[in-house]
C-alpha cells in the first residue's frame, strides 16, 4: 500500500473514491460541504432522503456524483459534533478502510485530516498516522500457511490523504512516513507472534535477527548460544530452557543512529516460543495460545525494524533471550535453586514462572551496554490481564519521569499503558526460605510482585517493564497476535531522538 498528501478541492481531485465525514444529522463536514456545492446539492439531497444520518461509523458508498473527478464517493457517519473525539475518529477511520476494501476502487482520497476533534489541536498529523494505522490493520491477513491464500484480491493499492484548506508542510510528511514505518513494524511482530511453536522457535527469532541486520546497515546482530550464556552464568535463564530440544539463544540487535558517545535505550523482550509451564504443565484449554509468549520479543523486532526504517538519531540496542519452557526427565522441577548472572539466588517454586527467569539474566547482561534506559516488554502474567483487561499494558518503572514519558507515547499513538505500582511493601511476598528470593509471590498482586522480581536486577539503572499479556493478542474467534506495543515503543524512541 502507498500514501501520500494532496492538497486542493475534494470535487477537482481525481480518484477511485472520495472519502467524506457526516455528522450525526446530516451536518456535512467541511470537504463534503465543498463537493456538495459542485455537485449541485447531491449530497444533501440523499441526506434529506434519509439514507444517511451520520450515525457513527456507519458509511454510504454512492457512484456517478455529478460534476467530481472521483469515480465514487463514500459517506462516512461520524457521530455527534460535540461527541467527536480520538475514539470516535478511530472508529470512523476504521470503519472507513473496512468499506473501501469492499468496493472496486484502486485508489482513495480521504479527507478526514482537518476533522475538529475534540481535546486535539491542529491533530492532523495525528489523524493521519492513525489512519494509516487503521489501513493497515484492515488489510492485514497470516494466511501464509493455509494451502490456498486468501483469493478475493483487494483492488487497493494507494490513499491519498486531502487536505482542503491546511498546508502540506514537511511535518505531516514526517508523520506518513513515521507511521508506515511503524504499521510495517506492527505486521512484523503480528506475524511471528502468529507463527506457531513449531516455526517460529527461538533458532527462528535469531534468523530475523540476522535478517533485519542484513536489510539495514545500520543493525548490528550477535547471536550467543547455550555455551556462551554457561560462560556469562545465566543460570536462571538456562534453567527454563533445561527441558526443551531446541537450542536457547541470547540475541542483541544494535542500531548505532546516534551519536557514537551517546547512550543506548535498551529494549529486553521475553521470547519463550512455546510455553508449556515445564513442570507446573500448564492446563490443556487454549494451551495453544502460548505460542504467543515470545511477542515481547516479536515487538523488540518489530520496533527495531521501524526505527531503521524511520532512521531514527539514536542509539538503541534490542535484546532478547530466547527459549521453550518444556516438561521433560531433565527439565527444572519446583524447589530448585539456581544462580543468576547477578549472582543472587533464586528457588523455582513454579516453573510456570519462567519469563521473569530468563528475562532477570537478559537484564543484567543490558548493563554491559551502559545503557541510559532500559525498558523490558514481556507477556509475563495472567494477573495482569485479570488487572486491566485487554485495553491497557501494565507499565512499571523505578523512575517516575520514565514511566510519564512511555505513557505518552501510549497516549499518542492509543496504544496505552497503566501505571502500576512497584512499591517495596510488595517485595517481602518474594522472600524464600532457602535462597535470595523466590520466582512466584503467591495469588495476591501477580503482575505487581512479578516486576517486583524483575526490579530486583535492574537497581543499576533507569528502567521500566511493561506487562503486555492482555495487549499482544487478542483470544476468541478472531485470535491473533495485534502487534502492541510496537507503537508506544517506537514513539517514545521517536519523543526521545527530538529531545536529543
Ligand atoms: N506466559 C505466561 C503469562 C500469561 C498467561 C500470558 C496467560 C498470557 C496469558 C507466564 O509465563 C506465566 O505462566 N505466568 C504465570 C505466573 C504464575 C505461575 C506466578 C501466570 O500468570 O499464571
Ligand atoms: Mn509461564
Ligand atoms: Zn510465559
Given at each position: 500500500?502507498?500514501?501520500?498528501?494532496?492538497?486542493?478541492?475534494?470535487?477537482?481531485?481525481?480518484?477511485?473514491?472520495?472519502?467524506?465525514?457526516?455528522?450525526?444529522?446530516?451536518?456535512?463536514?467541511?470537504?463534503?460541504?465543498?463537493?456538495?456545492?459542485?455537485?449541485?446539492?447531491?449530497?444533501?439531497?440523499?441526506?434529506?432522503?434519509?439514507?444517511?444520518?451520520?450515525?457513527?461509523?456507519?458509511?454510504?458508498?454512492?457512484?456517478?456524483?455529478?460534476?467530481?473527478?472521483?469515480?465514487?464517493?463514500?459517506?462516512?457517519?461520524?457521530?455527534?459534533?460535540?461527541?467527536?473525539?480520538?475514539?470516535?475518529?478511530?472508529?470512523?477511520?476504521?470503519?472507513?478502510?473496512?468499506?473501501?476494501?469492499?468496493?472496486?476502487?484502486?485508489?482513495?482520497?480521504?479527507?478526514?485530516?482537518?476533522?475538529?476533534?475534540?481535546?486535539?489541536?491542529?491533530?492532523?498529523?495525528?489523524?493521519?498516522?492513525?489512519?494509516?494505522?487503521?489501513?493497515?490493520e484492515?488489510?492485514y491477513r497470516f494466511?501464509?500457511?493455509?494451502?490456498?491464500?486468501?483469493?478475493?484480491?483487494?483492488?487497493?493499492?494507494?490513499?491519498?490523504?486531502?487536505?482542503?484548506?491546511?498546508?502540506?508542510?514537511?511535518?505531516?510528511?514526517?508523520?506518513?512516513?513515521?507511521?508506515?514505518?511503524?504499521?510495517?513494524g506492527i505486521n512484523l511482530t503480528k506475524d511471528l507472534g502468529n507463527l506457531p511453536g513449531?516455526?517460529c522457535?527461538?533458532?527462528?527469532?535469531?534468523?530475523?535477527?540476522?535478517?533485519?541486520?542484513?536489510?539495514?546497515?545500520?543493525?548490528?546482530?550477535?547471536?550467543?548460544?547455550?555455551?556462551?550464556?554457561?560462560?556469562?552464568?545465566?543460570?536462571?535463564?538456562?534453567?527454563?530452557?533445561?527441558?526443551?530440544?531446541?537450542?536457547?539463544?541470547?540475541?542483541?540487535?544494535?542500531?548505532?543512529?546516534?551519536?557514537?558517545?551517546?547512550?543506548?535505550?535498551?529494549?529486553?523482550g521475553?521470547?519463550?516460543t512455546?510455553?508449556?509451564?515445564?513442570?507446573?504443565?500448564?492446563?490443556?484449554?487454549?494451551?495453544d495460545e502460548m505460542k504467543y509468549d515470545m511477542c515481547g520479543a516479536a515487538s523488540?523486532l518489530g520496533?527495531?525494524?521501524?526505527?531503521?526504517?524511520?532512521?531514527?538519531?539514536?542509539?538503541?540496542?534490542?535484546?532478547?533471550?530466547?527459549?521453550?519452557?518444556?516438561?521433560?526427565?531433565?527439565?527444572?522441577?519446583?524447589?530448585?535453586?539456581?544462580?543468576?548472572?547477578?549472582?543472587?539466588?533464586?528457588?523455582?517454586?513454579?516453573?510456570?514462572?519462567?519469563?521473569?527467569?530468563?528475562?532477570?539474566?537478559?537484564?543484567?547482561?543490558?548493563?554491559?551496554?551502559?545503557?541510559?534506559?532500559?525498558?523490558?516488554i514481556?507477556t509475563?502474567?495472567?494477573?495482569?490481564?485479570?488487572?486491566?483487561?485487554h485495553?491497557?499494558?501494565?507499565?512499571?518503572?523505578?523512575?517516575?519521569?520514565?514511566?510519564?514519558?512511555?505513557?505518552?507515547?501510549?497516549?499518542?499513538?492509543?496504544?496505552?499503558?497503566?501505571?502500576?505500582?512497584?512499591?517495596?511493601?510488595?517485595?517481602?511476598?518474594?522472600?524464600?526460605?532457602?535462597?535470595?528470593?523466590?520466582?512466584?509471590?503467591?495469588?495476591?498482586?501477580?503482575?505487581?510482585?512479578?516486576?517486583?522480581?524483575?526490579?530486583?536486577?535492574?537497581?543499576?539503572?533507569?528502567?521500566?517493564?511493561?506487562?503486555i499479556a492482555g495487549t499482544a493478542w487478542k483470544s476468541?474467534?478472531d485470535k491473533g497476535a495485534t502487534g502492541r506495543p510496537v507503537?508506544?515503543?517506537?514513539?517514545?524512541?521517536?519523543?526521545?531522538?527530538?529531545?536529543?
Amino acid at each position: 500500500m502507498e500514501f501520500s498528501i494532496k492538497q486542493g478541492s475534494p470535487e477537482k481531485l481525481r480518484s477511485g473514491c472520495v472519502v467524506l465525514g457526516v455528522f450525526e444529522g446530516g451536518k456535512l463536514a467541511e470537504a463534503a460541504q465543498a463537493l456538495d456545492k459542485a455537485a449541485q446539492h447531491y449530497l444533501s439531497d440523499i441526506i434529506a432522503h434519509g439514507d444517511m444520518t451520520g450515525k457513527k461509523a456507519s458509511t454510504l458508498l454512492l457512484h456517478k456524483v455529478p460534476n467530481i473527478q472521483s469515480e465514487r464517493v463514500l459517506l462516512l457517519g461520524l457521530g455527534k459534533r460535540d461527541e467527536f473525539g480520538t475514539r470516535q475518529y478511530l472508529d470512523a477511520v476504521r470503519a472507513a478502510m473496512r468499506a473501501l476494501q469492499y468496493t472496486g476502487a484502486k485508489d482513495a482520497i480521504l479527507f478526514l485530516a482537518e476533522l475538529p476533534i475534540k481535546g486535539k489541536k491542529s491533530a492532523h498529523a495525528w489523524c493521519i498516522s492513525q489512519a494509516v494505522l487503521a489501513a493497515f490493520e484492515t488489510a492485514y491477513r497470516f494466511d501464509r500457511l493455509k494451502s490456498k491464500a486468501d483469493k478475493d484480491k483487494k483492488s487497493l493499492r494507494k490513499i491519498y490523504f486531502g487536505l482542503l484548506s491546511s498546508k502540506q508542510d514537511a511535518a505531516l510528511d514526517t508523520a506518513l512516513t513515521q507511521a508506515v514505518a511503524i504499521a510495517q513494524g506492527i505486521n512484523l511482530t503480528k506475524d511471528l507472534g502468529n507463527l506457531p511453536g513449531n516455526v517460529c522457535t527461538p533458532g527462528y527469532l535469531a534468523q530475523q535477527a540476522l535478517t533485519l541486520a542484513k536489510e539495514h546497515k545500520s543493525v548490528k546482530t550477535t547471536v550467543l548460544e547455550e555455551k556462551d550464556m554457561h560462560k556469562l552464568g545465566m543460570g536462571s535463564l538456562l534453567s527454563v530452557t533445561r527441558g526443551s530440544s531446541e537450542p536457547a539463544k541470547l540475541i542483541t540487535l544494535e542500531y548505532r543512529g546516534g551519536d557514537k558517545k551517546q547512550k543506548p535505550v535498551v529494549l529486553v523482550g521475553k521470547g519463550v516460543t512455546f510455553d508449556t509451564g515445564g513442570i507446573s504443565l500448564k492446563p490443556g484449554a487454549e494451551m495453544d495460545e502460548m505460542k504467543y509468549d515470545m511477542c515481547g520479543a516479536a515487538s523488540v523486532l518489530g520496533t527495531l525494524q521501524a526505527v531503521a526504517e524511520i532512521g531514527l538519531k539514536l542509539n538503541v540496542v534490542g535484546i532478547i533471550p530466547a527459549c521453550e519452557n518444556m516438561p521433560a526427565g531433565n527439565a527444572t522441577k519446583p524447589g530448585d535453586i539456581v544462580t543468576s548472572m547477578s549472582g543472587q539466588t533464586i528457588e523455582i517454586l513454579n516453573t510456570d514462572a519462567e519469563g521473569r527467569l530468563i528475562l532477570c539474566d537478559a537484564l543484567t547482561y543490558a548493563a554491559k551496554f551502559e545503557p541510559d534506559t532500559v525498558v523490558d516488554i514481556a507477556t509475563l502474567t495472567g494477573a495482569c490481564i485479570i488487572a486491566l483487561g485487554h485495553v491497557a499494558s501494565g507499565l512499571y518503572s523505578n523512575q517516575d519521569a520514565l514511566a510519564q514519558e512511555l505513557l505518552a507515547a501510549g497516549e499518542q499513538t492509543q496504544d496505552r499503558a497503566w501505571h502500576m505500582p512497584l512499591w517495596d511493601e510488595y517485595q517481602p511476598q518474594l522472600d524464600s526460605n532457602f535462597a535470595d528470593m523466590q520466582n512466584i509471590g503467591g495469588r495476591a498482586g501477580g503482575s505487581i510482585t512479578a516486576a517486583c522480581f524483575l526490579a530486583r536486577f535492574t537497581k543499576d539503572y533507569r528502567w521500566a517493564h511493561l506487562d503486555i499479556a492482555g495487549t499482544a493478542w487478542k483470544s476468541g474467534k478472531d485470535k491473533g497476535a495485534t502487534g502492541r506495543p510496537v507503537p508506544l515503543l517506537t514513539q517514545y524512541l521517536i519523543n526521545c531522538a527530538g529531545k536529543k
